[in-house]
Structure formats: C-alpha cells, structure tokens
C-alpha cells in the first residue's frame, strides 16, 4: 500500500484527547457528480451531532467545498497521479486508483483514531469504490452504503465485512420526496452508530478479556465441533463458529487478518473441494492462508473434504454425471471427491500449511471426514480418504507441523476434544513465547 502523502493532523476536525466531543463519520463519494446529495448529508450530519469529514472520490472532482481529502489526495494515496488518470480517461482504471486511494485513507484515519464511521452513497461505479474502502475497516466499526445496487447481487460491495447496505429506492440523483426519506434513515443509522463506536473507543479496556478461537463447521461435522467448541469453552475460550459455506470461510479469515482471532480451529476445510471442483461453495483460491499468514496458532483438519456442494440436482453440471450423488435437501445436493480430487486437496492444504509463519497441527480421522463418509455411509471411500492423507503427510514431512493420525470418524467422541487441547497447548505456547 503506497504511503498517504498528506498529513492528517492538517486535517479541520478535533482530534481524541483534544476537545473532541462528537464522533466523525467520513462521507466518502463522489464529489464531481453528486455534490447536491452529499451537500444535504454533510448539513444532516452535522445537525445530527456529527464532525464530518468528506473524502472526495470523484475523479473529475474539484471538491465543490466539501471535499477535506481532495482527490489528488485518494489517488496519491494509492500511488496514482490524478491527472494522469483524467488524461489516460480510463474510467475502470480510474475507479480502480480511487478505490485503492480510498482504503489507503479511511484505514489511516482509523489507525488514528479519527474514524468513527463511514457513509457513502452512490450507484455502481460509487458502490464499488466505497464497499472497497470499507472493506479495509475492521469489523465493528460502521459502514453504511445507500446504493442503488443493493437489492441485486451484493457480494461486491459487502464483501466479508460488516457492511450495511440500504436501497436507495430511486436513483441517487438530486433530493426529492423519496430520497429524503431514504438518505434520512442513512444518516439517522450511521451517526447513531458512530456515536455509540466513539463511546466504547473512550472506554478504558477491560482488565482482560476470554481469547477468541475461530472455528469452521457444517451439519456434517457438527459433533466434532460441538465437542472442541464445549473444550475450550471450558478452559475460558470465547468460540467464534462459522459455517463453512463459502462466504462463511471468507468471514473467518477476514476477522483473523484483522487481528480479533487469537486461535483457529479449521477442522471443516470442505470449502477447498468446491474451489477445486467448481462447487457453489468455494471461499476462493486464499482459503486457510489467513491465520497462517498473520502467525496465530491453527489446528487443522479435513472435515467433509468429501463433498462438492451443488444446488438442486438439475443445476449440477453435465460433465459431472458418472458420479456418486446425494441429495442432501431440495435446494443441496453433494458429490463425492474422487481418489484424484481428494490427492490434490491434500497436496494443496499441506502447500498452504507448510508456509505457515505461526505453529499449526494437522489431526486426521482414519475412519471418515464427514457424517456420510463412514462405515456404511453413502460416502465411504477409504481409497479417496488415504490419497488425501498420503499427500498431506509427503506434503508435511520435514516441516514444522505435527500430524496426528487417529483412529476414529471426525465425529466419534474424543476426536474434537483431541483437537481442541492440541489448539490450547499451542495457544498457551505461542502466548508464553510471544
């Protein structure tokens, strides 16, 4: 990330610890084409008790007297002169600097403590240069996005943050009758929420808090989990459980990268078959990189690897049709990996694992990985489970990480307590190193 060139203490608002006696929302947009709207947000702000701070976006943009970070500055924020950007007139190009500029900035002025919220609004173009600056904010602090994408398809905006999406209704053009309702209940949302993010900063911090344990889940390894989640329950643990759905992997490695996570416990790694296959399911090529990448103690295994996840039967495509199906409910249905397929998840989870920069377990069920692939079940198959095993350990030996074979199914008793002392053992280790 390029370094921000200007400074903030120039910037006109108070600072904590100075006289500071109202939140700030940043009102992140596009200067150059929606001034009349952002204009009427700044005035409701400000009267709903809020300092402002309008970062331009807008690539055309001179400020129109509302800008506090002008334009130039997001795009040389993100390494970008802007009147290079005008000239070249790129516009994928220019929102793309824009984006990057604007994450550069608000992640700033919230490493600053000057940030108690953001609000945007805009359409497509707007959105996606706002959901990418908000993306850069840790979760809990507020992020709210009027926009006129929000009733479709919003994952590019969302992401795998706390973003609060409103749907503009009419299109962001002017303040009319419908408008003022809407952009009314915005700035009602975020100044009420900024308030109360400005309030818990002034807190003093508590003496201690529970470490956090971040684990992955689905219906299929749901004992084994239940059984980690009450261990470390017990030795004082707070257990985040996210549900290995895909967006449900993208949260758990987004909250770790943003440092809330002291531990993982991934022992439902299932997402990694759908990006291998092409299920509905994946969280994307950078799955189980995140807690590795920042250094935090993981226990990993390999539940439900068994499985691609489809949607109804009908959606599964037709190249897939030789193989073994289950039709878990109406709207899901799951196919068995292959020997080949489970091979290749083994040799990509211990590629992953090997370049781990924190201490990492592997614990391996010798007699199944999901509630179907067990003696008897509609997934047994020993076969593909060994390949996958084989290629982890070849994969692992030498290394630094330990793995545990045991003699059980991923969901017998004792295999998710087993899992859950390993990842204390290696909390309380890391703790006392660190």
Excluded at 151 to 172: A, E, H, K
Excluded at 351 to 363: D, I, R
Excluded at 405 to 414: F, K, Q, R, V
Aim: charged share 20%; glycine share 12%; with cysteine.
């Amino acid at each position: 990330m390029a370094r921000i060139n200007w400074e903030l203490s120039q910037l006109s608002f108070a600072q904590p610890g100075k006289g500071r006696s109202m939140p700030t929302v940043a009102l992140l947009g596009t200067f150059d084409t929606k001034q009349v709207e952002y204009r009427w947000l700044r005035d409701q702000l400000t009267a709903a008790g809020c300092a402002v701070l309008g970062v331009d976006v807008g690539s055309f943009s001179d400020g129109g007297g509302l800008a506090d970070v002008s334009s130039a500055e997001v795009a040389s924020a993100a390494g970008a002169d802007l009147d290079e950007l005008r000239a070249k007139n790129d516009r994928g190009a220019a929102m793309e600097a824009m984006g990057a500029g604007a994450a550069a900035v608000v992640t700033r002025l919230y490493q600053e403590g000057r940030l108690d919220g953001v609000l945007a609004v805009g359409g497509s173009g707007g959105s996606s240069v706002a959901g990418r600056a908000m993306h850069a904010l840790p979760v809990g602090v507020p992020k709210l996005l009027v926009s006129t994408m929000a009733s479709g398809d919003v994952r590019p905006y969302v992401g795998d943050v706390d973003v609060t999406l409103m749907y503009s209704v009419v299109d962001v053009s002017g303040v009319n009758s419908v408008s003022r309702l809407v952009l009314g209940n915005a700035v009602a949302a975020v100044a009420a929420m900024a308030a109360a993010h400005e309030r818990r900063r002034a807190e003093p911090p508590p003496d201690h808090r529970r470490p956090v344990v971040a684990a992955t889940m689905f219906g299929l390894t749901t004992p084994a989990v239940d059984e980690a989640r009450a261990v470390l329950t017990d030795l004082g643990y707070e257990v985040l459980v996210f549900h290995a759905t895909g967006a449900g992997g993208r949260a758990m490695e987004s909250l770790v990268t943003s440092g809330l996570v002291d531990g993982v416990l991934d022992l439902t790694t299932t997402e990694l078959a759908d990006d291998l296959v092409g299920g509905v399911l994946t969280a994307g090529p950078q799955r189980l990189e995140a807690a590795g990448r920042v250094g935090i103690p993981q226990v990993v295994s390999v539940g439900a690897l068994d499985m691609v996840n489809f949607g109804p039967r009908e959606t599964v495509p037709e190249r897939f049709a030789d193989r073994t199906f289950l039709v878990h409910n109406p709207t899901v249905t799951l196919m068995r990996t292959t020997p080949a397929e489970m091979a290749a998840l083994g040799r990509r989870i211990a590629a992953k694992l090997t370049g781990s920069t924190g201490p990492v377990e592997v614990f391996l069920p010798r007699q199944g990985v999901s509630g179907i692939d067990r003696a008897g079940g509609q997934f047994e198959d020993r076969a593909a489970d060994e390949a996958c095993f084989a290629e982890i350990r070849s994969g692992l030996a030498g290394s630094a990480v330990a793995v545990w074979e045991l003699d059980s199914h991923i969901n017998d008793e004792g295999f998710g307590r087993a899992a859950a002392e390993a990842l204390h053992r290696l909390i309380t280790t890391h703790r006392g190193n660190g």
